[in-house]
């Protein structure tokens, strides 16, 4: 099977501009998830999504992230303005079954690796 | 919370050495336990779980038991080969928080032949 496809694979921005970043998850699955990896840190969840509807978005910045799944598929995540900070890798996974992860595990895509200048 | 604590690396061994990993947690309820791979340029795979207490998950040669007792799931290989050059991380699922993983910090592993 085909495995989660993420793109851009780099990018670079200066700070107080967007950026997007897109994920295609793996057929039929029906939770997605975006997580940012900072250089030296494990994975950390932004947003979790059932469908095309939010379980999870308590540790997404929203001030400045906002993430949809309109067709309950492919998904992108979007800062606007861009910080330092935000220099990571953001990584897309996908898995059948939200609630049962422990027989489902996720599926990462490779990253976007993003720095911000 | 809930929360996984991972030994420092980098780890460096030489090719036949054996595999430790430590991993903690720290989690209300029953959470289930992973180990996922990082190799160089792609994308973190699973390794190896356990959903219950004193289970053992395997694969490719690794192993690590869920020790309830002891709040740990360590990640041990008897024999590392070059090609397990990686980063490993320890991660956790609770049901009470939602379904999502929590990873620790990962340890990045060296075998040099």
């Known amino acids: 099977e085909a495995g989660v496809a993420q793109s851009p694979r780099y990018k670079i921005i200066e700070k107080r501009q967007s950026v997007a970043f897109w994920c295609n998850p793996i057929?039929?699955?029906?939770?997605l998830y975006w997580y940012q990896q900072i250089l030296g840190q494990g994975p950390k969840l932004l947003i979790q999504?059932?469908?095309?509807?939010?379980?999870?978005d308590s540790q997404l910045p929203k001030d400045r992230f906002s993430a949809e799944r309109l067709k309950g598929v492919d998904s992108t995540l979007k800062i606007q303005p861009a910080k330092l900070e935000d220099s990571a890798v953001y990584l897309c996974a996908s898995s059948f079954d939200k609630g049962n992860v422990g027989n489902s595990p996720l599926h990462f895509g490779n990253g976007t690796r993003l720095t911000v200048t | 919370g809930n929360s996984v604590t991972q030994m420092e690396g980098p780890v460096t061994l030489s090719e036949e050495a054996f595999l430790t990993i430590n991993c903690t947690y720290t989690?209300?309820?029953?959470?289930?336990l992973f180990w996922y791979v990082q190799y160089p340029g792609e994308g973190l795979q699973l390794l190896l779980k356990a959903t219950k207490a004193d289970d053992k998950g395997s694969n490719k040669g690794f192993e690590a038991t869920y020790r309830k007792e002891t709040t740990s799931f360590h990640l041990e290989k008897g024999s590392v080969q070059v090609s397990d050059s990686a980063v490993y991380f320890c991660?956790?699922?609770?049901?009470?928080?939602?379904?999502?993983?929590?990873f620790g910090k990962g340890t990045s592993l060296l075998v040099t032949p």
């Open positions: 991660a956790l699922l609770n049901s009470n928080s939602g379904y999502a993983l929590n």
């Open positions: 999504f059932q469908n095309n509807g939010v379980v999870d």
């Open positions: 057929s039929g699955h029906a939770t």
């Open positions: 989690a209300t309820g029953y959470p289930s």
